[in-house]
């Protein structure tokens, strides 16, 4: 079983259409939750960091973290084409420790 | 706030050269920056631990005498692909770790990538 588990997709969707991408973990010392956002042959763009539980808003995305039930998500809100990108998620145990990757969802999100 | 380079973002060059790398943070210092390989629809997979003014520190499988990690500064860091071959052909991004406060202690930063071909 991998640390991190991720729906690679794709994920197709309406534009405006409200989108949940979704991650679980099994390590429970990871602490530190990133969302990135990766267009083609591009570097990942840092979307969302969050420490610990709970949610946090940005704009048009949040971020959701749940400890307990080791899950976060990010919803996309009023979701447009240029949306349309591979989306990861990362974490981390802290104390500089390395970022442990999902696979990242490929997001379409179609006019 | 927070931008990492890479330099250069494309490059293409004969079996048994060896070509660099630069990843540079231009608005914060990085003490700690990572490289990264990616291979198509997959996701990243790091390579090595750079640490401003020692030895990097590499992930198992990854050969230190081939892929050569200098960190000299603290908003540089460079790759060099020693004698490439073509499996060496691949995206290569680095990031640099965030210091504590607005950019966040435990995020990465991640530069634009550079693409390598090797004929």
């Known amino acids: 079983q991998k640390e991190v588990e991720q729906d690679p997709g794709p994920l197709s969707v309406p534009e405006g259409a409200i989108v949940s991408l979704n991650c679980t973990y099994s390590n429970s010392a990871f602490q530190y939750f990133m969302w990135y956002r990766q267009y083609s042959r591009k570097g990942p763009e840092l979307l969302m960091y969050?420490?610990?539980?709970g949610n946090k808003e940005d704009g048009r995305f949040t971020a959701q973290v749940d400890k307990s039930s080791k899950y976060i998500s990010l919803f996309i809100r009023d979701s447009q084409p240029s949306d349309s990108a591979t989306y990861l998620c990362?974490?981390?145990?802290?104390?500089?420790?390395?970022?442990?990757f999902g696979t990242g969802t490929q997001l379409k999100v179609e006019l | 706030g927070a931008v990492v380079s890479q330099h250069p973002s494309w490059v293409i060059c004969k079996s048994g050269t060896s070509v660099k790398i630069e990843c540079r943070s231009l608005?914060?210092?990085?003490?700690?920056m990572f490289w990264y390989r990616q291979f198509p629809k997959q996701s990243l997979m790091l390579m090595a631990t750079s640490n401003e003014g020692s030895k990097a520190t590499y992930e198992q499988g990854v050969e230190k005498d081939k892929f050569l990690i200098n960190h000299a500064s603290l908003t540089l860091s460079t790759l060099t692909v020693t004698s490439a071959h073509p499996e060496d052909s691949s995206f290569y991004i680095c990031?640099?770790?965030?210091?504590?406060?607005?950019?966040?202690?435990?995020?990465?930063?991640f530069g634009p990538g550079t693409r390598l071909t090797v004929l």
């Open positions: 969050t420490y610990s539980s």
């Open positions: 990031s640099a770790r965030g210091t504590s406060g607005r950019l966040g202690a435990d995020t990465q930063y």
């Open positions: 990362a974490m981390s145990a802290g104390g500089g420790n390395k970022l442990t």
């Open positions: 608005d914060f210092q990085a003490t700690t």
